[in-house]
């Protein structure tokens, strides 16, 4: 998922001429003025074009059907040229590239040749991310990103026999092209793209349901660039600083989430589309609920197209392709890299030493959640014991969510990020997040040798 800078004037934010710290001092006014509006400036701005060129595509495609291809292309180029520029011309070149090789390469249906585009696909972006300038590939990184997991979705669904026949010139630049899905994402199927014309939303249901999403993509992006700042002073203690630096990033991905909820649904997408859980990360029950709920379609993406594809040579490599895959789509850096492993090695940890206590106690505290009504365990959620060992390892997570997010600082140079200088945040915290984990898995160890 893409993600964009807002930069605004924090001038009257820095020190004062004593050398005190003035943030303390701003008050609510001056928070509107200097953050609060121009924000909302620059999102309506962004928004309107956006909106504008979703719904035109659908409007026009509802009343020109034979023409509705063309229109996804013109209007996804245009609002891709309004967002990125000249640098829209190594995208287009991306997506014709890709065409050429499924007309020359997909006519046989093997899966052969879908490892094979996946294969190129993993190697162009990974080269994108040494080779070009980075401050370059950061602002193009999302779409490349959406157009890769476009394709190949579409050939592993050919090579499946799931999609029967490959999409045409018109339609593959329509589908990878879309308004509701090229910019902010979030990924959709061929088979979502076609529902765009197939399925007509206008109704009070459909404007309430855009109206909501824009509106709190909004409240989302306020959160993250004003009022963190007031709500989480830095002065009141080191971790409350580094929540609010983990917290800021989050809602700045909420924001983009809800953002492509109302692009998608204007562009004609089903208005049941969610791409994230705030709630679900925030107060996490376990870290594979984050994962999952971080980004719902790429999870469902990686899930479908590698992890599964993958388990023919088993377990292990489709873990180790799904991790690779997810880092290269991403942007292949130290700091992610480190990041997704951290996770994964949480998440399991927190599984099995949780599926163990699950066991052994006969209660639902295992990592995935029991139904409300478990006829399996003896102790359910409704017991307060129960219930105060959950909500440990909700605040557990929560520690672990604020220490692997203080190194996602959008605010650090770009060009050290493939430093090994960029682990200094943990290594200031003497790697503590780490540690509990392996603590946990140590544990896990001696009850099971008991």
């Not at 696909?121 to 370059?136: H, N, R, W, Y």
């Not at 409704?382 to 672990?400: D, E, M, P, S, Y």
């Not at 790697?431 to 160890?445: D, E, K, N, Q, R």
Request: with cysteine; proline share 2%; hydrophobic share 45%.
């Amino acid at each position: 998922m893409a993600y964009y800078d807002y930069d605004y004037d924090d001038e009257h934010m820095d020190e004062d001429e004593d050398g005190g710290d003035n943030s303390f001092s701003i008050n609510f006014s001056e928070n509107f003025y200097f953050c609060v509006k121009p924000v909302v400036n620059v999102w309506v701005k962004h928004f309107c074009i956006l909106a504008c060129a979703c719904f035109a595509t659908k409007l026009a495609s509802y009343l020109f059907f034979r023409w509705r291809h063309i229109f996804s292309i013109i209007f996804g180029t245009a609002v891709l040229y309004y967002f990125f520029d000249w640098l829209l011309f190594f995208i287009i070149s991306h997506v014709i590239v890709s065409f050429i090789y499924l007309e020359f390469l997909m006519k046989s249906n093997t899966k052969r040749n879908a490892h094979l585009l996946t294969l190129c696909t993993v190697i162009f972006l990974i080269s994108c991310e040494f080779l070009m300038k980075s401050t370059l590939w950061q602002k193009i990184r999302g779409p490349h990103m959406l157009i890769a997991m476009k394709t190949i979705s579409l050939v592993y669904d050919h090579s499946s026999s799931s999609q029967k026949a490959l999409p045409g010139i018109q339609e593959y630049l329509g589908y990878t092209l879309s308004p509701g899905s090229s910019v902010f994402g979030p990924w959709i199927s061929y088979k979502d793209y076609l529902v765009f014309f197939e399925v007509n939303y206008f109704s009070w249901k459909w404007c309430e349901k855009i109206l909501e999403r824009s509106f709190i993509s909004l409240i989302f992006l306020l959160f993250s660039a004003c009022w963190f700042d007031l709500l989480l002073p830095v002065h009141w203690h080191h971790w409350v600083f580094l929540y609010r630096r983990a917290i800021t990033i989050r809602f700045s991905h909420y924001f983009i989430s809800s953002l492509s909820e109302a692009a998608n649904m204007l562009a004609g997408g089903r208005i049941e589309t969610r791409v994230t859980s705030p709630l679900e990360i925030e107060l996490p029950y376990s870290m594979m609920q984050v994962v999952k709920h971080w980004n719902i379609p790429m999870h469902r993406w990686l899930k479908q197209y590698v992890f599964r594809v993958s388990q023919e040579f088993g377990s292990f490599f489709a873990v180790l392709a799904t991790y690779v895959v997810s880092a290269s789509l991403h942007g292949f850096n130290f700091r992610l890299a480190g990041i997704l492993i951290s996770l994964g090695f949480y998440s399991y940890v927190e599984y099995i030493f949780r599926k163990k206590l699950s066991i052994k106690w006969n209660a639902c505290i295992s990592a995935k959640p029991c139904p409300t009504y478990c006829e399996k365990h003896e102790h359910t959620e409704r017991k307060i014991a129960v219930k105060f060992f959950n909500t440990l390892f909700t605040f557990l997570n929560i520690f672990h969510l604020v220490y692997l997010g203080i190194l996602l600082d959008f605010n650090t140079d770009k060009e050290q990020y493939n430093s090994m200088e960029t682990f200094n945040d943990w290594k200031d915290l003497n790697y503590i997040s780490h540690g509990v984990a392996l603590g946990m898995f140590f544990l896990h160890t001696l009850i099971r040798a008991l």
